[in-house]
C-alpha cells in the first residue's frame, strides 16, 4: 500500500480536475475514435499519471489493461511489482509530461506543452492532454473511493479523513453534470 494513496485532494481541487478532464474528453474522444491515439498509447500515459498519484484501483485497472495489450515486454520493467512501461532512457515526450502534470497537480508549463506540440502537433497534444486530464479525474475519485473502502473494511489510509473520503466519492455525481453544464452555457464544449 506504500505507494498508493500517496495524494488526497479537496473538493475545490476535485471540481477542478473534472472541469478540466470535461473540457478536454471531446479532444480525447476524437482522437480514440480516429485512432490517432492508440490503446496503447493511452494505457502508457494512464499508467504514468496513475503511478505518481497512486490510485490503487487505477492502477489495477490500467496494468490489466496494459498486459490484455500485450505491451512488449523489452518496453516493460516490474515497478513495484506492477507493470510499468517505458524504459527511463526511452520515454516518450508524451510520457514525461504526463507525469510532470500529475507531479505539478494539474499545472504544466508554456515551454513544455510547446515541445509537446511540436513533437506531436496540436491536435494529438491536446488529445494526449485529454488523456491525462481524464485519468487525473479518475485517480482523484479512485483515491478517495479506494480509501472509503479500506476505511469500511477497518484499514483506514493514513492522513485521509471518512468525511473527505465520503465527499469526494459522492461529489462526481453533482461535480460532472455541473462541469458540463458549465462548459455548454459557456459555449466552450
Given at each position: 500500500m506504500s505507494n498508493f494513496y500517496k495524494k488526497n485532494y479537496s473538493l475545490k481541487e476535485f471540481y477542478h480536475i473534472i472541469d478540466k478532464a470535461v473540457f478536454s474528453k471531446k479532444d480525447f474522444?476524437?482522437?480514440m475514435k480516429t485512432k490517432l491515439i492508440?490503446?496503447?498509447?493511452?494505457?502508457?500515459?494512464?499508467?504514468?499519471?496513475?503511478?505518481?498519484?497512486?490510485?490503487?484501483?487505477?492502477?489495477?485497472y490500467h496494468t490489466?489493461?496494459?498486459?490484455?495489450?500485450?505491451?512488449k515486454k523489452e518496453n516493460?520493467?516490474?515497478?513495484?511489482?506492477?507493470?510499468?512501461?517505458?524504459?527511463?532512457?526511452?520515454?516518450?515526450?508524451?510520457i514525461e509530461f504526463a507525469?510532470?502534470?500529475?507531479?505539478?497537480?494539474?499545472n504544466y508549463s508554456e515551454e513544455k506543452w510547446n515541445e509537446l506540440i511540436d513533437y506531436y502537433g496540436e491536435e494529438k497534444s491536446n488529445a494526449i492532454l485529454g488523456a491525462i486530464r481524464l485519468i487525473m479525474m479518475g485517480n482523484a475519485h479512485g483515491i478517495a473511493a479506494g480509501a472509503l473502502i479500506r476505511r469500511m473494511k477497518f484499514k483506514p489510509v493514513k492522513n485521509s479523513t471518512f468525511l473527505n473520503e465520503l465527499a469526494l466519492t459522492l461529489s462526481v455525481i453533482v461535480f460532472v453534470p455541473t462541469a458540463i453544464i458549465k462548459r455548454k452555457v459557456l459555449g466552450i464544449i
Open positions: 474522444d476524437k482522437a492508440d490503446e496503447e498509447f493511452k494505457t502508457r500515459i494512464m499508467l504514468a499519471v496513475t503511478e505518481i498519484n497512486g490510485c490503487e484501483i487505477c492502477n489495477n490489466k489493461e496494459a498486459r490484455e495489450l500485450a505491451i516493460t520493467q516490474i515497478f513495484n511489482s506492477e507493470v510499468f512501461t517505458m524504459s527511463s532512457s526511452k520515454k516518450e515526450l508524451a507525469e510532470n502534470y500529475a507531479l505539478e497537480n494539474g
